[in-house]
């Protein structure tokens, strides 16, 4: 099974600032990777496929960039309403193996 | 596309528990549905993909003998059924719609509202 590793675990920013989120995948997945929003008490969101393909409707403060084993997420300028646990997640063959999730809080 | 969920159960240890997933606005005969776990306070969990088109489905080692996924084209609805429940089994469980005919080389979205399932005895 394909592993998925982010980091960090958890962040804590300010309004305002940028931030980044490793994913690193344990073989490579090509650009079968997708970064997912999970807002407290909601459901997963679709932010970004193709490791860099915005979803439509997701805002374009988010970015993704990678291909293989590596990958990052990043937020160009940390709103309030980012507050969420992040999970990359590949989707290049069976079984499907998300990321243990990043929280992002607001310092 | 939307997928509405079926409502919050609590089985005892041993039952066993059948979640639906309708879909609405859009036909689930041309995609796959994924479904996922997230037991309380942890990260998310695949468990297997059906092909809404062909019916063939693809489960999680984990789950191999304990877990059935279906669908009823006629009502646009995919079912998971999870038997032989333990108190671990405890978890929100959602479908996910994979964006292409098929869970393979595609993401899922969008996702149902989750159903959670209570195992207590």
């Known amino acids: 099974d394909i592993q998925m590793t982010q980091s960090p675990p958890s962040l804590s920013a300010s309004v305002g600032d940028r931030v980044t989120i490793t994913c690193r995948a344990s073989?490579?997945?090509?650009?079968?990777l997708a970064w997912s929003q999970q807002r407290p008490g909601k459901v997963p969101k679709l932010l970004i496929y193709a490791a860099s393909i915005l979803q439509s409707g997701a805002p374009s403060r988010f970015s993704g960039n990678g291909s293989g084993t590596d990958f990052t997420l990043t937020i160009s300028s940390l709103q309030p309403e980012d507050v969420a646990i992040y999970y990359c997640?590949?989707?290049?063959?069976?079984?499907?193996?998300f990321g243990q999730g990043t929280k992002v809080e607001i310092k | 596309v939307q997928l509405v969920q079926s409502g919050a159960e609590v089985k005892r240890p041993g039952a066993s528990v059948k979640v639906s997933c309708k879909a609405t606005?859009?036909?689930?005969?041309?995609?796959?549905i994924s479904w996922v776990r997230q037991a309380p306070g942890q990260g998310l969990e695949w468990m297997g993909w059906?092909?809404?088109?062909?019916?063939?489905?693809l489960y999680a080692q984990k789950f191999q003998g304990r877990v059935s996924m279906t669908t009823d084209t006629s009502t646009n609805t995919a079912y998971m059924e999870l038997r032989s429940l333990k108190s671990d089994d405890t978890a929100v469980y959602y479908c996910a719609r994979c964006s292409g005919g098929s869970c393979y080389f595609n993401s899922f979205d969008p996702w149902g509202q989750g159903t959670l399932v209570t195992v207590s005895s």
């Open positions: 997640q590949h989707y290049n063959g069976a079984p499907w193996t």
């Open positions: 059906i092909s809404a088109y062909s019916g063939n489905t």
């Open positions: 606005g859009e036909t689930l005969s041309s995609h796959g």
């Open positions: 073989q490579g997945i090509s650009d079968y």
